[in-house]
Every structure is written in C-alpha cells, then in structure tokens.
C-alpha cells in the first residue's frame, strides 16, 4: 500500500496536470454529470417497474377473486 506522502504527491501531480490541461477537466465534469444523470435515470426507471409490478399483482388477484372465488392464495374453499 501506498504511504500518505506517495497518496499526496500522485493528488498534486493530477491537480497540476489538471490545471494545465482545461479540457480535461471539462470532460471530467461532463463525464460525472452523465454518470449522475444515468443514476437517476435508471433509479427512476427501477421506481416505475416496481410501482407497474405491484398494480399488475393486484390486477391479477381481483380477477382471481371474481373469476374464482375461493382459490387466491392456493386453497379452496369447502
């Protein structure tokens, strides 16, 4: 493992080289706003799937309900 002296001259020699190179840190800032917008984005879609799953389960149990009294859940009633 690297020493903290080793962990704080690879940081400063990355800030300079930053520094030094403007593009390069426009294209870090574009790369992090995506990778935060694609976060959301997929959490967003994970929301809606779950909510779309559970009202298509109780879709299915009222139509089990109706159709088939008696037999949600596995039993039947005498």
Do not use: Q, W
Not at 22 to 51: D, I
Not at 55 to 76: D, F, Q, R
């Amino acid at each position: 493992m690297a020493s903290n002296g080793g962990i704080t001259e690879v940081a400063t020699s990355t800030i300079d080289a930053m520094k030094s190179t403007p593009l390069a840190v426009a294209l870090l800032a574009v790369n992090l706003g995506f990778l935060g917008f694609t976060t959301y984005l997929v959490s967003e879609a994970s929301k809606n799937a779950r909510s779309r799953e559970v009202s298509h389960n109780e879709l299915v149990l009222a139509i089990l309900k109706e159709c088939a009294p008696g037999t949600v859940g596995g039993t039947k009633e005498p």
